[in-house]
């Protein structure tokens, strides 16, 4: 089956540790992103990567980081920086046109303590 | 990105059609309007998009004004499955911007 893992599901840790989300793709897609989701809001994009190797900043990038050494992957790590950390994170894939529509995980639910 | 403005909630009964409108008075000519629900604590998923011409698809229709600053997504038969937050998102093809702005979209109660 072709889809989106984000793992784990919920996710607790205390203030002041940085933790790495997960997100794996077997879809062939070039594309990725990281979207952080509050109680009752929209999405917001953390970050997004188009090809390996590369990713750019999205409007709230502050206090994450993440890489693209694989296709297939694209963790996001949320640091001790970011100052409100608890939130619903989705990750997604797509092809690199814009005319395609984005892919989206189960997501992870972090709880910072 | 251009706006889009969206009812916060809509009721519908379970087999009837439901309507959900959007407005997007600002629209520019390279905007595709799309279309994604989210179930609760589930990630969205995409539903439909359109430029100009009225879509349909194994999920839902997309009717488009002629003018383009409204559309309305159509649920033929409503099932208790549907019940979600349904968002309109306009997207533009004409730069290299690859996001997706999400709003707070419409929540779509469906009684049995």
């Known amino acids: 089956d072709g889809g989106i893992t984000q793992s784990p599901k919920y996710l607790f840790r205390k203030e002041g540790q940085n933790v790495t989300l997960s997100c794996e793709q077997n879809?062939?897609?070039?594309?990725m992103y990281w979207y952080r989701q509050d109680p009752g809001q929209g999405l917001r994009l953390i970050y997004y990567?188009?090809?390996?190797?590369?990713?750019q900043k999205g409007d709230i990038a502050e206090g994450y980081s993440v890489s693209r050494e694989k296709k297939e992957s694209f963790p996001l790590t949320v640091t001790s920086a970011q100052k409100n950390p608890t939130a619903f994170y989705l990750c997604?894939?797509?092809?690199?046109?814009?005319?395609?529509?984005?892919?989206f995980g189960p997501g992870t639910r972090l709880t910072v303590l | 990105d251009a706006k889009t403005t969206q009812p916060n909630s809509m009721e519908s009964n379970e087999e009837e059609p439901v309507h959900l409108p959007c407005n997007h008075s600002?629209?520019?000519?390279?905007?595709?309007i799309h279309w994604y629900r989210q179930l609760p604590s589930q990630g969205p998923e995409y539903v439909i998009h359109g430029l100009t011409s009225n879509v349909n698809n194994r999920m839902a229709s997309l009717a488009i004004a002629e003018d383009r600053k409204s559309s309305t997504l159509i649920l033929h038969r409503a099932t208790l499955r549907d019940a979600a937050v349904y968002y309109c998102i306009l997207r533009d093809v004409g730069g290299s911007n690859y996001k997706l702005t999400f709003g707070k979209g419409t929540l779509l109660t469906v009684n049995p």
């Open positions: 997604a894939s797509s092809y690199r046109s814009l005319y395609n529509e984005q892919f």
């Open positions: 879809l062939n897609h070039d594309a």
């Open positions: 600002t629209i520019s000519g390279t905007d595709y």
């Open positions: 990567s188009q090809i390996v190797n590369d990713f």
